[in-house]
């Protein structure tokens, strides 16, 4: 795997976490209106790109693999991130509260969390 696209998406996952947060404790809700909002979302939707990616490059390396890696397991953390993500993003946009911001936050440190899992699994700590 990609050891700089991993520390990236790392980071990106818990900066939009920290907005999230932010705007939880602010009680404002997601409503993609205002500029924070609309940052966050562009936050967002760069770290599904960049997670995407790394589904797609994962993919293409386990193909040429000559070493054993529990393939479903490592496709099962690629996909997670991806799927778990935009559902977080839609739940918190629904969600006309604190919490749909809260969500979010959920969903975005979820994404460091199966990036280090992914990373073990790829490096044979499985």
Do not use: N
């Not at 795997?1 to 998406?9: F, K, N, T």
């Not at 969500?103 to 990373?119: D, E, F, K, T, W």
């Amino acid at each position: 795997m990609i050891d700089s696209l991993a520390v990236a998406l790392t980071v990106l996952a818990l900066v939009a976490a920290a907005w999230s947060v932010l705007l939880a404790i602010l009680d404002k809700p997601l409503t993609l209106e205002t500029g924070a909002t609309l940052g966050l979302a562009g936050a967002v939707a760069l770290l599904e790109l960049g997670l995407l990616a790394q589904a797609v490059i994962g993919v293409v390396r386990l193909i040429g693999l000559d070493r054993e890696i529990h393939g479903p397991t490592f496709v099962g953390y690629l996909v997670a991130p991806v799927v778990v993500l935009p559902l977080a993003g839609f739940w918190s946009i629904a969600e006309r509260s604190r919490w749909g911001a809260s969500v979010l936050a959920v969903g975005c440190l979820s994404v460091p969390v199966l990036v280090l899992r992914l990373q073990q699994v790829w490096s044979g700590h499985a």
